[in-house]
């Protein structure tokens, strides 16, 4: 899906290249159920539960105007196997999931990712992405701390050609690090 396709305001949203391969990461052909930590506009949460209907997804954000912005996006595509949860990761729940994508962490990154690896399946994936590299160093050294294994660090950069005065150049977009791993299993 490109970014223009979905709603958007002030909210941020996961670029489509970034979203794309952060998808892809998540190996989510065979899940059953996966969840967006910090969903923003939620295009992470409803491009996977538009690719994969029979995905069971969870949006979680703290923010009104997001969440507005993911109902309206998820009601544009037609995505009935979304739901949202208003409020803040870590909470009680008693759910296990085979993907988890963390886009935003409101300042309780430490407590986020171990708490995505206690609502894990074994084997399970995560996908984080960062554009402020302290708290990228910092995120990667919980996920290396915090029992999760295969992972791997990318670094996207994405410029995109556009016209200025009379001829063209590509313009940059921040680059965004994308951290990968698996839960451990036996």
Known sequence: MRNSDFITGKVPI????????SISSLELENAEKFMDIGAGTGSVSVE?????????????????AAIELIEKNSEKFKTENLEIIKGYAPYETDEKYDAVFIGGTGN?????????????NENGRVCANFIVLDTFYRAL?????????????RQISVSNLEKIGTGEYFKPQN??????CRKKGD
């Not at 996961?14 to 391969?21: D, I, L, M, S």
């Not at 996977?48 to 009104?64: C, F, H, I, M, Q």
């Open 108 to 120: 309780r990154l430490e407590e986020i990712i171990e708490w995505t690896h206690d609502i894990l």
């Open 14 to 21: 996961t670029k489509e290249e970034v979203r794309a391969v």
């Open 175 to 180: 680059p965004v690090f994308v951290i990968t």
């Open 48 to 64: 996977a539960a538009y690719r994969y209907p029979k995905l069971s997804v969870t949006a979680v954000e703290r923010n009104d």
């Open 141 to 153: 050294e919980i996920f290396r701390k915090s029992g999760f294994e295969d992972i791997q660090v």
